[in-house]
């Protein structure tokens, strides 16, 4: 009890010290957690592409059953984009054999011109499918894709109609693979 007895410019130097003692632990208690400031910079950058394909429905005009319609050429039925991370990916395109039936040849092609491709070149992959004759069946192929981007295709269809009159759809089944078609 002496120390609140003694005085300083007359405080109980007691009080004195347990007011000094609390300042000295609250402020290092504050500078233990003092708030600091953080500056995060990031990048923000557009999404990443997805790679699609988009093939229009085409309807052939005026086939006559035993007849030959020629080619039919559809410019831009055929969109291929690929996506970020997608390039030197294989386009392929199959025809459903299956569901050519109607047809005694039935054959046909995609192509991207030099100016409606990334690549800067002519793209092309066909198919033919013959029912009678020695012509061999080509029902799948396949074009390295070496750039990401857009490609635009124009599809020509070509053939002969088979005898019997009615409809058919034939079906055109387009992927990006990892690997060429192997026949």
Not at 112 to 130: H, I, Q, R, W
Request: hydrophobic share 40%.
């Amino acid at each position: 009890m002496k120390l609140f007895k003694k005085r300083w410019h007359r405080l109980p130097i007691g009080i004195l010290t347990v007011m000094l003692l609390a300042c000295l632990v609250a402020g290092s208690a504050f500078a233990a957690f003092s708030p600091v400031t953080q500056t995060i910079t990031q990048e923000i950058t557009e999404p990443p592409t997805p790679s699609s394909i988009t093939a229009d429905p085409i309807t052939l005009p005026d086939v006559v059953a035993g007849e030959s319609w020629g080619c039919q050429a559809f410019p831009g039925a055929v969109v291929v984009v690929v996506g970020d991370g997608d390039a030197n990916k294989y386009l392929h395109l199959r025809i459903d054999d299956t569901t050519t039936g109607a047809y005694d040849v039935f054959a046909g092609n995609i192509t991207s011109k030099a100016e409606d491709n990334p690549m800067g070149s002519l793209v092309a992959l066909g198919v033919t499918y013959t029912q009678t004759g020695p012509a061999p069946n080509i029902l799948e192929a396949s074009f390295l894709l070496t750039k990401e981007g857009t490609y635009t295709f124009e599809q020509t269809v070509c053939g002969i109609a088979g005898n019997t009159p009615g409809s058919q759809e034939v079906k055109w089944i387009y992927t990006l693979e990892d690997l060429p078609y192997q026949p």
